[in-house]
C-alpha cells in the first residue's frame, strides 16, 4: 500500500494534476472570498488588474517559455545551464522594457489613465512585474526538467498565502482594496525569494548565458512569444474590450468573470496533461520518434476529450448551481454564458493538443499563426457584439424620438438601459466557440504536414488512455 501511494505521489501526471488542482482550488476560494469582499465596481477593477497583468506577463515569458522546456529536453548539463541563464537574462530586459512602456503610458495619458478602469495595473504593474520575476523563471525551468513537485511548492505559496489572507481578511480585517493588492505583491516578493534561495529560477546562471543560446532561445521565441500572447489574448480580450464598452463597464467585467472563472477550473486537467506531454513529445520529435509523437497526441487529445464529456454534462445541468455557489445570488444571471462555456470545454482538447503538437515537432510558426487567426476573429467577433449592438441600442432610441415626438430624452435613456447586459454577454461567449472551431482546422491544415490527425485516431487513443491507466493501477 506505501509503494502504491509513493509510486502514484511520484507521478509525473499526478504531480502536475496537484499542481494545478490544488492550487486552482485555493484560486477559486480567493476569487470567491474577493467577489464577497469587494463591490461590483472594485471587483472589476481587480479583474482587469490581474487580467492585463497576466497577459503582459504572457508577453514577458512568452519568449522564453515554450523554447527553454523545448530545449532544455535534450540538452547536456552546460549546455543546459547556458540556457537557463539566457532565459534570465531575456526575461530580465523584456521586464525593464514593459515597465518603460507602462510608466511612459501613465505619464502621457494620466488623467485617461485615472478615470479608467485600468488605474490599478498602470499604478502595480512595474513593481509586480520585478516582484514575480524569480518566480515565473523558476516555473519555465521546472517545468522543463519536470518538477512539478518544486513548482507545486511554489504555487501553493503564491497562492495559497494570497488566499490565506484573503479569508483572515473576510472573516476578520475588512480592509480595503488598496490592501489586498500590497497583500498581493508582498506575497509575491515572498515566493521569489523561495525560487531564488535554491537556485530553482537559475539566477546563478545568469553569467552562463552567452550569444548562441540567446539567439536559439530568441530565434524559436519569436513565434512561441506571438503564440503565448495571442492564446492568453484569446481570453483576455472578451474582458478588455468588455472593460472598454461603454455600455457594460466594470459592472459587464465583474458579471462575465463568474462564469469564465468556473471554466478556467474545469480545464485544469487539460492544462496539467498538456504540460506533462510537451516535454515528452518534444523529445520523441528531436530523437526523429514521430510514432511516439503521435501516440502521445492521440492519448492525451483523445483521453481529456471523453473525460470532458461528463464534466461539460454535469457543468451544463448544474450550471444555476455552480454559478451561486462562486458567485451567489447577484451573479445567477450568468448561468447562460456558463452554459455555452461548456460547449466550447468540449473543443478545447483538440484545440489545445493541436498546439502543444505543432510546437513540439518544431513548428512555432504555424502555431503562431493558428492563434493569431483565432485572435483576430475573437476581437472582431466580440467587438462586432459589444460595440454594434450598444449603438444599435442608441439608434433604436433616436428613432423612437423621431416616431414620437413627444418621448423624452429619459425615455432614449431607458430603452439603452434595458438593451440586455446579459444577452451581449453571452453572444461574447459564442465568439468563443467559434474562434475555437477556426483554431481546429487552422491548426489541422497545418499539423498534416507532419502527421494526419483522424477524428478515429483521436478516439481510439482517448480508450487507449483510460485502459493504460487501469492496467497500470491493477498491475
Known sequence: MNNALAKILKNKNFLSLANNGLVAVFGFLGFLLLVRSLNTNEFGEWVLLITTANFLDMLRFGITRTAIVRFLAGAEKTEAHRLIGSNYVINLFSTFILVLIVLAIRYFFYDSVNNSGFILFFKWFPLLAFFNLPFNNAQSVLQAKLRFDYMLVLRLINVGGFMLFLLINFFFLHVSLQIIVY???LI???????AMIPNWDGIRYVGKACKATNKKILDFGK????TLIGSNLLKSADTFII????????????????PLKLTEIIEIPLRSFAMTAFPGMSKAS?????????????????????????????????AKDLVYILGGAGYESTTGIFRIFTV??????LDRFIGVALDSVNMPRSNFLKVVYMTVANIIGD??????FYYLAIATGILTLLAIPTTNFHVLAKITHNFSVITTLEGVAVVTISFTLIGIFVGYHYLKKSFTIHSREVIQGGILFFSESIFRKRS
Open 344 to 349: 466550447y470545454g468540449l473543443l478545447l482538447p
Open 243 to 258: 472593460g472598454l464598452s461603454p455600455f457594460l463597464g466594470t459592472a459587464g467585467v465583474a458579471l462575465y468573470s463568474i
Open 286 to 318: 528531436i530523437d526523429g520518434n514521430k510514432d511516439l509523437v503521435k501516440h502521445i497526441f492521440y492519448t492525451n487529445a483523445g483521453g481529456m476529450t471523453l473525460l470532458m464529456i461528463p464534466v461539460m454534462l454535469f457543468s451544463f445541468i448544474f
Open 383 to 388: 467587438s462586432l457584439v459589444v460595440f454594434a
Open 188 to 194: 509575491n516578493i515572498i515566493t521569489s525569494i523561495v
Open 183 to 185: 497583500a498581493y505583491l
Open 223 to 226: 513565434y512561441s512569444t506571438g
